[in-house]
């Protein structure tokens, strides 16, 4: 068998069968790969699909994901990131979780309308609210359509408060209404940095922002005084398991406030996904990798029980677990908690400071 021609600049290498669709009338990859030898270049082009959402504001259930409610401008993530727990959500919208997932992105261009309507709801009451629960809201679409901007823009207008979770560099250009959010204690960052080895970062999240820029942007939010931890998430075994004191050392001396980490969890779809990611990429270690991801996860490659799925079991997952409590006392003996302000928007429900 002819080994698979690698596909530069995604995760996924292939498209994957979308679970809940009885008929899909897609290419197959034996065609794709048939016109591949004949010569023909195959392109995975990324395109760009409106929708109409009526609501944007969504209520988190998840009891272990740290957010009660999260908002997220584009569905699907052009980043790449080969073990994104996010793929699976692809498949409600009709598409797979693989190749799909990364390049056809559904965009939600009303998201700064139906924020403010909700902002000035009577019925809401303010708490914070993650941009970037599902997918990365600095996505590279965003340079161009700037949704989140606006978003942000709005959150400031109605004195609201925001958390942001993203990979992309792309947050700086925000900073003059980031810094505004953080004096009156209205934002948090959340950069999520999961190597400091740039080939780990080209082949494991192929389009995101480069290791060297996510830690100059680090340093930068902190300098203008916007609280920022950073997430090294998932750790997987024998891929960036060894870095958990060197990547620790190196945002701790950049003013991250805290630091945090979950285990990878392979779960729906993704399982496949890494797989085939694994054979194209690290076929050397593919079995080792797996069978060690296996070990925290009770013998398979998914553990979806709340309280243990973050975290995992086994004795791997306890290695890693002291790993982290040895860097947290080496370099964030002094850690924040950050806590926003939700008590400034009532006064600004209409936009401008109730005075009576």
Known sequence: MEPKKFIKGRGAQEKVHNRFSANQYELRDDFLNY?????????????????FPKTIVNKVSSPDVGMMYSLNPYQGCEHGCVYCYARNSHEYWGYGAGLD????????????E???????????KAYPIALSGNTDCYQPIEKKLKITRRLLQTFLKYKHPVGIITKNALIQRDIDILSELAEDNLVSVF??????NEETRRILEPRTASIKKRLETLEKLNSFGIPTSVMMAPIIPSINSHEILSLSKEVSKRGAKSLGYTIVRLNGAIGQIFISWLENTLPDRKDKILHQIMECRDGNLNDSVFGRRMKGSGNIADQIHQMFAIAKQKYFRNEEKISLNCDLHESYKDGQLRLF
């Open 114 to 124: 139906l924020l403010e309507k909700k902002l000035k709801s009577k019925h809401w």
């Open 101 to 112: 997932f990364e390049s056809k992105i559904l965009v939600k261009k009303n998201a700064p």
């Open 35 to 51: 016109l591949q030898k004949e010569g023909e270049s195959i392109e995975y082009k990324t395109t760009f699909i409106e929708t």
């Open 191 to 196: 950069l999520s940095i999961t190597s400091l």
